[in-house]
């Protein structure tokens, strides 16, 4: 049997104030904050994960926010819109919430066989879309978190999938379909949808050519990954394998203490990693206690105060 990806793991984006960062994500897109660390590659940076109630795979978001960092620049080979899943009938509600926390510009699309969907920025210009799904397209468990600001009726369930845009469709789609397992749903005008598994919330991924644009250059607004699941070690070495095989440099496994991580660049120029659904995010604090204080790993624990002192303050 061939390893299998199961959906998205994590999406990860680089933002600009830290504090704003969780104050948007935490306190009006209502996702509990669930992992307070450091970029384990850039110690001087944090690492904010936001996702349901215990980080449940395909739930979560993370930033690695920096105040100093400088905005990115959109055009091809990034995610250019990361899309989040709410209950049918919710736009409403959301339309109305977001604009309360003066987020401008929020459009409407879909419709006719495509999904209610709201397209808007968050305060770094990166896009984001809330798209009505029914609870029944969820590969996974939704685990509601009750002591946040949005009832259950509206709240996020997970993300559901990404935009990619690049200028050739053409490699990412080989790579996808035949190395990744990716099915191709329904194309035309430049844009191809493709679905893993059944086709769920957080299994979907949309190409879009846009062979004029000019490269993407990360900076705060931009994503910075898009990590994909397997359920253990052993599909993990199987995908590396196989990725290899397809001609793909793709990294050593990572120790990322809450999942174990592999990277690579597809053809059209995204990042994407491949993560381990385990141990999950309750290895070194425990379910009420999430994302309440600064989490090192073992690595940088004997260095905590240097690494306090250099972290930017966050009033959130
Ligand atoms: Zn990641």
Redesign the pocket.
């Known amino acids: 049997m061939p390893p299998k990806l199961h959906g998205i793991h994590?999406v990860?984006a680089l933002a600009k104030d830290p504090s704003r960062n969780i104050r948007f994500y935490r306190d009006v897109l209502g996702m509990r904050f669930i992992k307070n660390t450091i970029n384990f590659d850039d110690p001087g940076t944090y690492h904010f994960y936001f996702a349901d109630r215990v980080g449940t795979p395909g739930s979560v978001f993370?930033t690695f926010p920096h105040p100093h960092a400088g905005l990115g620049r959109k055009g091809a080979g990034e995610v250019s819109t990361t899309k989040l899943a709410i209950p049918e009938g919710s736009v409403g509600y959301w339309k109305a919430r977001l604009a309360e926390h003066g987020i401008k510009d929020i459009r409407e699309t879909g419709g006719g066989d495509r999904p209610t969907t709201i397209e808007f920025e968050d305060h770094d210009s990166m896009a984001l879309a809330l798209v009505e799904r029914p609870d029944t397209q969820a590969p996974l468990a939704f685990d509601f978190w009750e002591d946040g600001p949005v009832s259950r009726e509206h709240a996020i369930r997970r993300i559901d999938g990404v935009r990619l845009r690049v200028r050739d469709t053409a490699p990412s789609r080989e790579l996808l379909t035949d190395a990744m397992g990716f099915a191709v749903e329904s194309e035309g005008d430049g844009r191809l949808s493709l679905t893993l598994g059944e086709g769920g919330s957080s299994q979907r991924l949309e190409l879009v050519a846009d062979p004029d644009a000019p490269r993407a250059r990360m900076g705060a607004g931009s994503i910075h990954?898009v990590?994909w699941r397997v359920a253990d070690d052993a599909d993990h070495l199987a995908m590396q394998r196989r990725l290899m095989d397809a001609g793909v440099g793709v990294t050593e496994v990572k120790e990322r203490f809450y999942f174990r991580?592999i990277y690579f660049r597809e053809p059209g120029g995204v990042i994407f990693?491949i993560?381990t659904d385990g141990p999950g995010f309750t290895v070194d604090e425990d379910e009420a206690s999430l994302g309440t204080s600064l989490r090192l790993p073992p690595m940088y624990e004997g260095n905590r105060k240097n690494i306090e002192q250099a972290l930017p303050e966050v009033k959130a």
């Open positions: 994590h990860t993370t990954h990590a991580s990693e993560a």
